[in-house]
């Protein structure tokens, strides 16, 4: 399998599983990912989802060898290309907290993957490759839309095109993630995270990335109009009923994440 999906109480981890190509993507590790997203999505007791690869790797992007250029000429990448941006889509636009926990290098399409997850954790001694420049590409799944918003113009088009090696920790620094944290804790702290995620508002959750990705395109006049009527859709649903009573009567609130 070159995804495993382990289920815990209240949230999914999804393991990227080719441990000896570092989790290069290949066709079928796509269609496990978008797979275990599209199960992930439908089942209501999956309140949020952890990232994350199998063995020392996070994910080496693209599978190369089967990109290469041989004598029939370039191989369709238009095609290839289509199924990560359908992948890209579905974790930004998925209504669930997607924790990604970085356990080593995440190269090329590997990294941009990781910057579509909403929070990302990664080991100290992981680190992030903008590889594209490397084999004659571009950055590809959102690499060039993200890179910028995350770092800014001048630190992204550098990782770009010197494709040089981020290290966790200055890779917090930069804001490209939410934390680096020390190796042997990174899937303590996912876990703890991912629980912590599954017991809140996962609907609120869920209209608050949809906020964040329409904030991008919006001016502020219609951000306001939006978050308007996404906080309306979030003060209907019982968590928002509980959260406020949960507060007044001085109690944790039991959210269900329901709608
Ligand atoms: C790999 C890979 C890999 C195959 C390691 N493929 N085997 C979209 C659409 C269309 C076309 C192309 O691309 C894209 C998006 C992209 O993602 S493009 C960017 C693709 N990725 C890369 O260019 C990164 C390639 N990998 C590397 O540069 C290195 O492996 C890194 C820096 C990630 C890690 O280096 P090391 O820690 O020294 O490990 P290694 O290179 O020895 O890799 C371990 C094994 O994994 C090795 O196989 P072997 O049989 O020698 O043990 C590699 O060949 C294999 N591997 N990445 N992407």
Not at 89 to 118: E, F, M, W, Y
Not at 143 to 161: D, S
Not at 218 to 234: G, I, K, S, T, W
Request: aromatic share 6%.
């Amino acid at each position: 399998m070159t995804v495993l999906v382990e289920k815990h109480a209240g949230y999914r981890q999804i393991t990227l599983n080719r441990p000896d190509r570092l989790n290069a993507l290949n066709t079928a590790m796509h269609g496990g990912l978008m797979g275990a997203l599209n199960e992930a999505e439908a089942d209501p007791e999956c309140r949020a989802l952890l990232l994350t690869g199998a063995g020392r790797g996070f994910c080496a992007g693209q599978d190369l060898a089967d990109v290469a250029v041989t004598a029939d000429g370039p191989p369709d990448l238009n095609a290839v290309l289509e199924r990560y941006n359908t992948l890209v889509r579905k974790l930004r636009s998925i209504p669930l907290p997607v924790v990604c926990a970085v356990n080593g290098v995440a190269a090329g399409a590997g990294a941009n993957l990781a910057l579509a997850c909403d929070i990302v954790l990664a080991g100290k001694s992981a680190s992030f490759i903008q590889a594209f420049s490397r084999i004659g590409l571009i950055p590809d799944c959102g690499g060039t839309w993200f890179l910028p918003r995350l770092v800014g113009a001048a630190r992204a088009r550098a990782l770009a095109i010197l494709a040089q090696p981020l290290p966790a920790e200055r890779a917090q620094e930069w804001g490209l993630i939410w934390q680096a944290v020390d190796d042997d804790q990174l899937m303590a702290e996912a876990h703890a995270l991912a629980a912590r995620l599954a017991g809140q508002a996962t609907i609120g959750i869920a209209l608050t990335k949809r906020a964040f990705d329409a904030a991008e395109t919006n001016a502020l006049d219609a951000q306001l109009d939006l978050e308007r009527d996404l906080q309306d859709e979030a003060g209907h649903t019982p968590d928002y009923a509980e959260g406020v009573r949960a507060f007044i009567e001085k109690r944790a609130p039991n959210f269900t994440g329901r709608r």
